[in-house]
């Protein structure tokens, strides 16, 4: 599980990309999202400060900075890859 801040977490498995929310394609991305029913917003309020897409399709906002969001990924990715090897087979 990815937490995206403010005790919300996503399945990191299902994360397609994690952008920045400052460009028009993403402004539109998010303005799509939300009239077809797939947006959750995550932001508690708050700035978005990243877009998680995922594999289903739903764009999901986040306050956290997509570069943390991008470096707790990485870590998420890591530690699972980590539990994979140490499987006895």
């Known amino acids: 599980m ?3 801040g403010f005790g919300n977490r996503v399945a990191a498995h299902r994360v397609v990309a994690i952008v920045t929310p400052n460009t ?3 402004k539109r991305l998010k303005d ?3 009239k077809a029913g797939r947006l959750v917003d995550a932001t508690c309020g708050r700035k ?3 877009i998680l897409v995922m594999d289903s399709n ?3 906002l986040s306050a956290i900075q997509a570069d943390t ?4 990924y990485a870590a998420v990715k890591e530690k699972k890859e980590e539990g994979t090897h140490n499987e006895p087979e």
């Open 2 to 4: 990815l937490n995206i």
């Open 32 to 34: 799509e999202a939300k």
């Open 24 to 26: 028009s394609p993403m």
């Open 48 to 50: 978005t400060r990243a």
């Open 58 to 60: 739903h764009v999901i």
């Open 69 to 72: 969001l991008a470096q707790r």
